[in-house]
């Protein structure tokens, strides 16, 4: 499910921000603080799990694979050794599972051979991108969910205050160093991404590589310590395109936890006229008029991102409208 398709309730702030994604799981962030919660969770034989390993979820037929959690848990760690296990919550709506299905996360060292260790002969281990666009909502909600927690326990094994390995608590959302008693969080790191609009109305895109490629997108960012969104959306347009923003607006949020990004998209204003890529990350920066730039898709001469992508949520907001896409 594409992020433009989820739609909330009519309210005054519908026209200027983004549609508000509904929550597609109830994580429990109380429930799994319980002690021994997600032994618990495991043993009731009413908990399915995903496995996650190296990025990659087990998938079959378009849907995430999803396996009884208590004899999956038994057999997989025959198979792989230790395994890290998170409580995901509970479903919010039907999917390949009834809703209110407790759902835990089995994240194997390396990817297991489908068809072994408990696993579905027919699985196949598949990328989010590679993905995505096929998977319903309460999937691509967990397989998002599973993404930014396991990246988290892959690059936080060890205390960073002492370098002792540290343990795992709270249904998988806290780890704890066994030497200093320190609790460690998982952690999501802010990125602005915006659409620059001109005194004429036009929108400034951009692009990295080759400088005769033709994919464009909004500019984007990562917010340095001690600088608030908005003097990250300033200083990321200023040293991408040299274009000095007068005044930027929030307008919604999307999840992007490849490995840990949280993309807070703006729209901001410019005077400027003249766009002047900074040759690193920006190598081509291109205005468009609404006219211009649906033409341009339309033409093949340039692409822009996938629905996917709240990128595309942003350029169609300033748009006004759905942009058709090229037909294959
Ligand atoms: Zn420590």
């Known amino acids: 499910m594409s992020f433009t398709e989820f739609r909330a309730p009519a309210n005054h702030l519908i026209d200027t921000v983004l549609p508000v994604r509904a929550a597609m799981i109830d994580r429990g962030s109380a429930e799994r603080m319980k002690s021994g919660m997600l032994d618990h969770v495991i043993s009731s034989g009413k908990a399915k799990a995903m496995v996650l390993s190296q990025r990659q979820a087990l998938v079959v037929d378009d849907t995430l694979w999803l396996g009884d959690a208590e004899p999956l848990f038994e057999t997989l ?3 792989g050794g230790p395994l890290t296990a998170v409580y995901l919550g509970r479903t919010l709506a039907p999917s390949s599972v009834p809703a209110q299905t407790p759902i835990v996360l089995f994240v194997p060292r390396e990817p297991i051979a489908p068809g072994t260790a408990g696993l579905p002969a027919d699985g196949t281990w598949t990328g989010f991108r590679d993905i995505a666009a096929r998977l319903g909502s309460i999937d691509t909600a967990l397989f998002v969910e599973a993404s930014a927690i396991s990246n988290w326990h892959a690059t936080h094994t060890h205390c960073p205050q002492c370098g002792t390995p540290t343990g795992i608590e709270a249904g998988g959302w806290v780890r704890r160093c066994p030497r200093d008693n320190s609790e460690h969080y998982p952690r999501t790191d802010p990125a602005i991404i915006v659409t620059v609009v001109g005194s004429d109305g036009r929108l400034l895109l951009g692009g ?8 464009y997108s909004t500019l984007a960012g990562f917010v340095e310590p001690g600088e608030s969104l908005e ?9 991408e395109v040299g274009v000095r923003v007068t005044a ?4 919604g949020s999307q999840s992007w936890p490849f490995p840990a990004s949280l993309m807070l998209g703006f729209t901001a204003t410019t005077d400027d006229a003249e766009a002047r890529p ?4 920006v190598t081509r920066a291109r205005w468009f008029s609404r006219a211009e730039l649906q033409a341009a898709v339309l033409a093949g001469e340039i692409t822009i991102s996938t629905r996917l992508s709240i990128a595309r949520s942003l350029i169609e907001h300033w748009y ?5 896409d090229l037909q294959p």
């Open 77 to 79: 760690q025959a198979a």
């Open 208 to 215: 990295g590589g080759p400088v005769d490629a033709k994919n």
């Open 231 to 239: 003097q990250a959306v300033v200083r990321e347009i200023g040293e």
């Open 248 to 251: 930027c607006q929030y307008l």
């Open 278 to 281: 900074d040759g690193v990350e």
């Open 320 to 324: 006004g409208g759905v942009i058709e």
